[in-house]
């Protein structure tokens, strides 16, 4: 009977996780072909493959080329400009850390794309299990365990983020694994077992880790050493509301050592980016905007409350659940919720004051917040054991976590992962609208023998070239760059090229169709026709006669309908 009883606990539990597992390996069918989530995920793509190919003494995207080539990217036809990539000292750096590129570059060498999303789902399916085990050491009911994997796999963005080449989900499975160890013994009361000093050395490591791929976890390190700190100081020097008692489970020599392993891991990042960036801040110190007046900033820093607390609310609305249940509690699960809860808010309160703006680019959800969802996850479930034995209040919290799951399935797995959809108040856009127009012009552009390519703007070379690495991008805007192309092109006894519009920022060519240059020595006739579109991507392809070329004639492959 007991064996019985042993093997029943694991069955709902099971059950979810598999669940779970099945619908982010569906969603990783977006990422087939070479589509990525967005731009940004291009440039690390490239990176990791700079690295793949055995450039390893430079982590800055260094993609060899003819030297006539390197003379017109220096000119000002470079693929890539901030805020995107970065040049420091003849070197070109992408606007996110290295180590994510590093990470995934082993896995790429071996499964090609598909390699590129191990670490992502990985990472993600991490995050569930250690919830799971998290629980099971709170010797929380199987129903409950269940009901709280549920929420965080179904009803909260982090699952789509499993599906997306992004370093957004082993940032999160980093911090929660050190977070969370912290707290194995803190339930159930009165228990005395604690963790190792190994345990607490790699619960700070991995906190201090989180911050070598997200900058929003300096703020998790920040707000974590300072109840750390308060813990730790003798509660004579403190005022009331500031004295902290060490968790249950824990000591002083255990919360130090994960206060110095975690803050000698944030050192050795800054150590690294000052060799790599000439500052301890990395590519974010690049990334400052030194003229933005203050007025300015205040209208980021409040466009970034509005979006990420509407975002959180409406793709996870269970954080309501993790920040009203502690008040039902007693004892010492009120304590191991409120320490979480404190944790998450002010985290929450300080990230926006630091971040960038928080919608810069196409995401999903409060993408700066997902570290909260697993810590409302464990709130949630610490909550539903000490209230278990209320039946009126069980039924109650069971009905609204019901309705939470059915509302957040809806808002993302539905949404996000199904429809076609894009929710411009918080830049949501789902997986099925990112990669529907991207996937056409990808084979479109590897059936062109041209090698050249020109493009309106960067975002077509970070959304493609990833796939087609045989081709050569260039920034062309305005007519003089046309013609300094096209001048070069000649140079080089080459008589086409291929150029890409970008679907949202206007492009010149589609209304001016011929272009005439007088060099000093020749002069050039320069042709567009249009190839059609695919996707949504307008190509064109740009013809180039001079006084001693004749017009060759050109077909489009028979492959290729531009729709």
């Known amino acids: 009977m007991r064996s019985f009883k042993g093997w029943r606990s694991w069955l709902l539990p099971s059950f979810v996780m598999l669940l779970g597992i099945g619908i982010s390996l569906g969603l990783l069918t977006y990422g087939e072909g070479g589509v990525f989530f967005n731009g940004d995920a291009g440039l690390r793509a490239l990176l990791s493959q700079q690295l793949t190919w055995g450039s390893w003494q430079q982590v800055s995207l260094n993609i060899s080329q003819p030297p006539w080539v390197l003379a017109l990217w220096r000119q000002g036809l470079y693929p890539f400009t901030p805020p995107y990539a970065y040049e420091q000292q003849g070197n070109y750096f992408i606007d996110a850390p290295f180590t994510f590129s590093v990470i995934t570059a082993p896995f790429y060498r071996l499964l090609g794309y598909r390699g590129f999303y191990v670490i992502p789902i990985m990472s993600l399916w991490v995050i569930w299990g250690r919830i799971w085990q998290v629980c099971r050491?709170?010797?929380?009911?199987?129903?409950?365990?269940?009901?709280?994997?549920?929420l965080v796999i179904f009803a909260s963005p982090l699952t789509l983020y499993g599906a997306m080449y992004w370093e957004h989900t082993l940032a999160v499975a980093l911090a929660f694994w050190g977070i969370s160890g912290m707290l194995f013994h803190s339930l159930p009361e009165g228990f005395t077992s604690r963790i190792s000093f190994n345990q607490a050395l790699v619960n700070g490591v991995c906190i201090g880790l989180a911050t070598w791929l997200r900058s929003e976890f300096f703020c998790l390190v920040l707000v974590l050493a300072v109840f750390m700190a308060l813990s730790l100081l003798p509660h004579t020097y403190l005022p009331k509301w500031l004295q902290l008692e060490i968790p249950q489970g824990l000591s002083r020599l255990l919360v130090s050592t994960c206060l110095g392993a975690m803050g000698a891991t944030v050192l050795g990042l800054l150590a690294i980016n000052a060799v790599i960036y000439g500052h301890p801040l990395g590519v974010n110190a690049l990334e400052v905007d030194t003229a933005i007046s203050v007025s300015q900033r205040l209208a980021e820093v409040q466009s970034n409350y509005i979006h990420l607390v509407v975002a959180l609310l409406r793709y996870f609305p269970a954080v309501l659940l993790g920040l009203g249940l502690p008040w039902l509690m007693q004892g010492q699960a009120r304590e191991t919720a409120l320490r979480l809860v404190w944790v998450g808010g002010?985290?929450?309160?300080?990230?926006?004051?630091?971040?960038?703006?928080?919608?810069?680019?196409?995401?999903?959800?409060?993408?700066?917040?997902?570290?909260?969802?697993?810590?409302?996850?464990?709130?949630?479930?610490?909550?539903?054991?000490?209230?278990?034995?209320?039946?009126?209040?069980?039924?109650?919290?069971?009905?609204?976590?019901?309705?939470i799951i059915v509302i957040g399935s809806h808002s993302n797995l539905v949404n996000g992962g199904l429809r076609d959809y894009r929710d411009p108040l918080t830049n949501?856009?789902?997986?099925?609208?990112?990669?529907?127009?991207?996937?056409?012009?990808?084979?479109?552009?590897?059936?062109?023998?041209?090698?050249?390519?020109?493009?309106?703007?960067?975002?077509?070379?970070?959304?493609?070239?990833?796939?087609?690495?045989?081709?050569?991008?260039?920034?062309?805007?305005?007519?003089?760059?046309?013609?300094?192309?096209?001048?070069?092109?000649?140079?080089?006894?080459?008589?086409?090229?291929?150029?890409?519009?970008?679907?949202?920022?206007?492009?010149?060519?589609?209304?001016?169709?011929?272009?005439?240059?007088?060099?000093?020595?020749?002069?050039?006739?320069?042709?567009?026709?249009?190839?059609?579109?695919?996707?949504?991507?307008?190509?064109?392809?740009?013809?180039?006669?001079?006084?001693?070329?004749?017009?060759?004639?050109?077909?489009?492959?028979?492959?290729?309908?531009?729709?």
């Open 137 to 150: 050491i709170w010797q929380v009911r199987s129903t409950i365990i269940a009901l709280s994997l549920s």
């Open 428 to 563: 949501s856009t789902s997986l099925p609208r990112q990669a529907a127009p991207v996937v056409p012009a990808i084979k479109a552009l590897s059936n062109y023998d041209e090698r050249w390519v020109a493009m309106s703007h960067q975002h077509v070379a970070q959304q493609l070239w990833p796939s087609v690495r045989s081709k050569i991008f260039f920034r062309v805007k305005t007519d003089p760059e046309i013609e300094q192309l096209a001048a070069a092109l000649v140079d080089q006894n080459e008589t086409s090229f291929i150029y890409i519009c970008d679907p949202i920022q206007p492009c010149s060519i589609s209304e001016q169709q011929r272009f005439l240059y007088k060099l000093p020595n020749n002069q050039i006739d320069l042709a567009f026709e249009s190839l059609g579109t695919f996707g949504h991507y307008p190509f064109y392809r740009g013809v180039i006669q001079t006084e001693a070329t004749a017009r060759p004639a050109f077909s489009t492959p028979n492959s290729l309908n531009g729709r």
């Open 346 to 403: 002010l985290f929450a309160v300080i990230v926006p004051l630091a971040a960038p703006l928080a919608i810069d680019t196409e995401q999903w959800g409060p993408r700066f917040y997902l570290i909260l969802i697993p810590l409302v996850g464990l709130v949630v479930a610490a909550a539903l054991r000490h209230l278990w034995l209320d039946k009126n209040t069980r039924n109650k919290l069971f009905a609204a976590i019901a309705c």
